[in-house]
């Protein structure tokens, strides 16, 4: 039986028996399909435990909390059931489901706390509704930066193979036409790309790491109105840059006294910088 989602992720996190393991290890060997599933898995493995561990959170609201406990309670039985494998015995779901459910659950608050006094545009993620206000999804992904410190990805290596899938994903799957800029000349690091979701559409997270500091993340979405000119304001204790460029809305975060995250902005405007995995296919190309 081909393995879910759930069990290559439990593979990749090192929580199956080694019975379970080489069982998946089995059907990797005949799927290429698998193996590319695992690799994109692994591209985003980050150390979000350190992450949120150096953080000092606000409290979850009340009624947010009990919404979440009667998730969690409906949700269990079914968790449970799927994780038995069809066995009579039962076991509890996997600490990193309970992780990424809080997590969740967090992030939700972020979106619950803005998103309804600021609706979207119809039919796009929502960049800027109007002069001077910002987007919904740019205050949540400076939000969500605010929670990432240097050390988050101070020992994490770029897997340049999983994350040039990854953008492949990106490209064909999301159907965002992205290009990943090389921001080492202006000291920022490249560590890791991300799929996630906002509203049900794709955010693209691009994590950097400067010299010293704090990380740094250029953020996509597809918004398909006019081209928009750089703008710089702060939010959440972090420096947002943000523009319209070919049908996409970039967001530049940081929180960084070291950089000049506009002069930056305008490199990646007018890409007098590389990029990443364009120049990595190139020197994959063969020698005529």
Known sequence: ?????????????????????????????GSPALRESVALLRASNLPYREAFGTQTLPPV?????????????????????THSRGSARRRPAPLWLAAAFVAGAFFTGFLLRFGPAMPPAPGNAGTMIAQGETAPWIRSAADYQALYSRDT???????????????????????????VPDLHDTGLTFKTIARLRFRNKPLIQILYLPQRGAPVALCVVKDARADQQIDQQQLTGMTVVSWRQNELAYALIGQTDTLDLKAIARQILTRRVDAIFARIASREQPLS
């Open 1 to 29: 039986m081909r393995p879910d989602d759930s069990n290559l992720l439990a593979y990749v996190d090192g929580e199956l028996e080694p019975a379970e393991s080489a069982s998946i290890e089995e059907e990797l060997a």
């Open 61 to 81: 609201p009340e009624d947010l909390q009990r919404r979440i406990e009667a998730m969690a309670d409906a949700a269990q039985p079914r968790l449970l059931s």
């Open 153 to 179: 990805l101070a020992d994490v290596t770029p897997d340049l193979a999983g994350s040039a899938k990854t953008v492949d994903a990106i490209q064909h799957v999301d159907g965002l036409a992205l290009r």
